[in-house]
């Protein structure tokens, strides 16, 4: 490949860090084959590759990426069969942390914990989630995480905002005061749906985890995800409660509280659209723009907010999320100049200007997204004082895509939170 071939020209494109491509031009990896796996099929493939180009064009080096559905699945096989990618991108940290403690995994350079604390927003947050024990049970940095999915997120419609007078919450506080203001005007504040087939439960499951990351120090929830404080434990009892605050009030919700597991969270935010509103706010991740109405244009038909903290609990801005993790599956000089790769500007900011990425990277220029959508969203990431990955997915299977699914709808069907605490926790004993 040549510099011809890139989506941008080199040195054209006034926000990127060119300077950044010119250094790694002087890294020779001609005749070198750098192989690479991940989950990406179809266009998030060729946005993968559309950066991956940018390596490949500066140093020489043949990349072979190959993505898989099930990618979980297979490099399991791979990397036991003795035939692992020089590079693996995992979806979620455990599998990662799984192949570290059986001796599948390289740790990454000494220097990369210390690079990424003083690099990334909540630097400390993104070297703790690639941290895992080794086959010795030694602590070491075995992931660097690139490109990141926010969830902390409510949605709503400008005009109503304006027509009815509200402003956009920036606490906790305000944000109750806000629902009950709407509450009080006669109309509904929240459209909840956490229906999702098979999958019943889980956004039910991402509320709770954003609530106890403001409600608890992030230790409490890294205590939770890992069963080190049970389900029943009284601070995830008082989460749930919290989330029940909102859900669990048949004014606060459309269709009412028992509306909640009926309704497809792919159908939720229709509400927000309908004339006059059925509702004014919907919490949900930056995917669920997909199910808006077509021909909507975010920033003006459709906008977001942080999702706030309790100004009262000082617990700065915590962020949950997901994000893909990097790590060297075999030791090879063109695995290790790569990662070195992903620790330039110009790594992020190619897949920036285009579209499903976002990059808590302070040195990455914020004005290379593509949209004002992405920038806000990536501000949110800069301006987190702590990351959390979803902490459904950190649990067990059958605890994090099973009982806490299961839990959440009783909850929204009337069980109390203890008593869903009890059976997750009972479930989770099981496990033991």
């Not at 994090?400 to 929204?412: C, E, I, N, Q, S």
Request: charged share 20%; aromatic share 14%; proline share 6%.
């Amino acid at each position: 490949m040549t510099a011809s071939d890139l989506l941008f020209e080199p040195g054209k494109d006034s926000r990127f860090n060119w300077d950044s491509y010119s250094e790694l031009k002087k890294v020779d990896l001609k005749g070198q084959t750098l192989t690479i796996a991940g989950p990406w099929l179809g266009a998030d493939k060729e946005l993968a590759e559309s950066v991956l180009a940018y390596f490949e064009a500066a140093t020489g080096v043949d990349i072979q990426y190959a993505g898989s559905d099930s990618f979980e699945q297979q490099i399991v096989i791979d990397v036991q069969a003795g035939s692992p990618p020089d590079i693996a991108i995992f979806p979620q940290p455990g599998l990662a942390a799984d192949l570290a403690a059986k001796g599948f995994l390289s740790p990454l350079d000494e220097q990369l914990g210390k690079w990424v604390e003083e690099n990334y927003a909540a630097g400390s947050s993104w070297v703790d989630l690639g941290t895992f024990p080794d086959q010795q049970g030694q602590e070491q940095l075995f992931g660097f995480f690139y490109k990141i999915d926010l969830k902390s997120l409510v949605w709503f419609v400008p005009e109503n905002f304006e027509d009815a007078g509200y402003e956009v919450p920036e606490s906790m506080e305000e944000l109750k005061t806000l629902t009950q203001q709407i509450v009080d005007d006669g109309e509904t504040p929240w459209c909840i749906g956490v229906g999702s087939g098979g999958a019943t439960g889980w956004p039910a499951t991402d509320w709770v985890e954003d609530i106890m990351l403001r409600l608890f120090e992030p230790t409490v929830y890294d205590q939770w995800t890992t069963n080190a404080i049970p389900f029943n434990d009284d601070k995830v009892i008082e989460a749930i409660e919290d989330f029940g605050w909102f859900v669990k009030n048949d004014g606060f919700v459309d269709g009412g509280a028992r509306a909640v597991a009926a309704t497809d969270f792919r159908d939720s935010p229709k509400g927000l659209f309908s004339s006059p509103p059925r509702c004014y706010m919907h919490r949900q991740a930056s995917f669920i723009s997909s199910f808006f109405p077509e021909g909507s244009e975010l920033g003006v038909d459709a906008d977001f907010f942080y999702f706030p903290a309790y100004a009262s609990k000082d617990l700065g801005k915590p962020v949950m999320g997901a994000g893909t993790l990097w790590s060297i599956t075999n030791d090879t000089p063109a695995a290790r100049e790569f990662i070195k790769f992903l620790q330039t500007p110009i790594a992020h900011e190619v897949w920036m200007a285009q579209s499903g990425f976002l990059t808590p990277f302070k040195s990455a220029n914020v004005e290379a997204y593509g949209n004002d959508t992405l920038k806000k969203q990536g501000q949110i990431l800069l301006d987190a004082s702590t990351f959390r990955f979803d902490g459904s997915d950190l649990m067990p299977g059958k605890i994090g895509a099973g009982a806490f699914w299961t839990g959440m709808v009783d909850y929204t069907g009337g069980k109390s939170a203890k008593e869903v605490g009890d059976f997750i926790q009972s479930t989770w004993d099981t496990l033991k």
